[in-house]
T-cell receptor
Framework: QKEVEQDPGPLSVPEGAIVSLNCTYS??????FMWYRQYSRKGPELLMYTYSSGNKEDGRFTAQVDKSSKYISLFIRDSQPSDSATYLC???????????FGTGTQLKVEL | GAVVSQHPSWVICKSGTSVKIECRSLDFQATTMFWYRQFPKQSLMLMATSNEGSKATYEQGVEKDKFLINHASLTLSTLTVTSAHPEDSSFYICSARDSRGLGQETQYFGPGTRLLVL
């Protein structure tokens, strides 16, 4: 069993839809959670960073963490074609230790 | 803020040659940098963790003599692929950990270097 599980997709939604992306994890030591967006042939771009259970909102993006269920989500409201990319979840125990990444979910927002 | 650059962005070389890739944190100091490899439509594979002024820590299965890492300053780490072969062709991405404040657990990625070995 992988430490971090993420559905690879592809996930295809119409423009304007609310997108829900999820990751589950098994390591209870993980305390810091991140979401990255990666366009084709580019490096990942940090979208959200959280370290506590609950919701964190930034524009059209909301990150949700449920440590009791070991489940994190990223919601994208009013999705746009420019949101089409691969979304990677990442998490770590802190203390400067390495992050563990999900495999990424490929999202396509269609006109 | 938190910008990481990589150079070159792509390189084509002949089998047997060595290739050096630079990773720079432009607006912050990075005591720790990471090197990843990514194959098409696959996730990031951590190769090694590079700490300024000390030897890199390599992940299991990564040949340290093949992939030489140097982190000589707080803003620069280099990865040298020695005696490159076609199977080393891949997308190499570096990241830098921002040790400031709450961001100390986050990693900021460079744009990546595409290596093609003929």
């Amino acid at each position: 069993q992988k430490e971090v599980e993420q559905d690879p997709g592809p996930l295809s939604v119409p423009e304007g839809a609310i997108v829900s992306l999820n990751c589950t994890y098994s390591n209870s030591a993980f305390q810091y959670f991140m979401w990255y967006r990666q366009y084709s042939r580019k490096g990942p771009e940090l979208l959200m960073y959280t370290y506590s259970s609950g919701n964190k909102e930034d524009g059209r993006f909301t990150a949700q963490v449920d440590k009791s269920s070991k489940y994190i989500s990223l919601f994208i409201r009013d999705s746009q074609p420019s949101d089409s990319a691969t979304y990677l979840c990442a998490m770590g125990p802190g203390g400067g230790n390495k992050l563990t990444f999900g495999t990424g979910t490929q999202l396509k927002v269609e006109l | 803020g938190a910008v990481v650059s990589q150079h070159p962005s792509w390189v084509i070389c002949k089998s047997g040659t060595s290739v050096k890739i630079e990773c720079r944190s432009l607006d912050f100091q990075a005591t720790t940098m990471f090197w990843y490899r990514q194959f098409p439509k696959q996730s990031l594979m951590l190769m090694a963790t590079s700490n300024e002024g000390s030897k890199a820590t390599y992940e299991q299965g990564v040949e340290k003599d093949k992939f030489l890492i140097n982190h000589a300053s707080l803003t620069l780490s280099t990865l040298t692929v020695t005696s490159a072969h076609p199977e080393d062709s891949s997308f190499y991405i570096c990241s830098a950990r921002d040790s400031r404040g709450l961001g100390q657990e986050t990693q900021y990625f460079g744009p990546g270097t595409r290596l093609l070995v003929l």
